[in-house]
């Protein structure tokens, strides 16, 4: 089975930026929709945007305009570009396949501070 691992998570200042990385032990071309989601202390696990085999791109309302996925069939991982980073933003970042969900990953924590 896929396996996930996410990277690039780290401390950043309001308004900062990073690019989180997911990386899967198998073929994703199969898959038709890859996602982002994000578990913030105490909250429940959020999708926060998903990606199509073609390309299609969804965000939810509070990362629009901020925040662009994108996948790389061929190599089979899946980026999260963050930009204008909240102090809301600040959890742990993992992705998966919202339609078959996989194993999870270990996450990567995004710490947004001020």
């Known amino acids: 089975q896929v396996q996930l691992v996410e990277s690039g998570g780290g401390l950043v200042q309001p308004g900062g930026s990073l690019t989180l990385s997911c990386a899967a032990s198998?073929?994703?071309?199969?898959?038709?929709?890859m996602g982002w989601y994000r578990q913030a202390p105490g909250k429940e696990r959020e999708l926060v945007a998903d990606?199509?085999?073609?390309?299609?791109?969804g965000y939810v309302d509070s990362v629009k305009g901020r925040f662009t996925i994108s996948r790389d069939n061929a190599k089979n991982t899946v980026n999260l570009q963050m930009s204008g980073l909240k102090p809301e933003d600040t959890a742990v970042y993992y992705c998966n396949a919202p339609s078959r969900l996989l194993p999870w990953g270990k996450g990567t924590l995004v710490t947004d501070y001020s």
């Open positions: 198998g073929s994703i071309f199969g898959i038709n929709v």
């Open positions: 990606v199509s085999r073609g390309g299609i791109t």
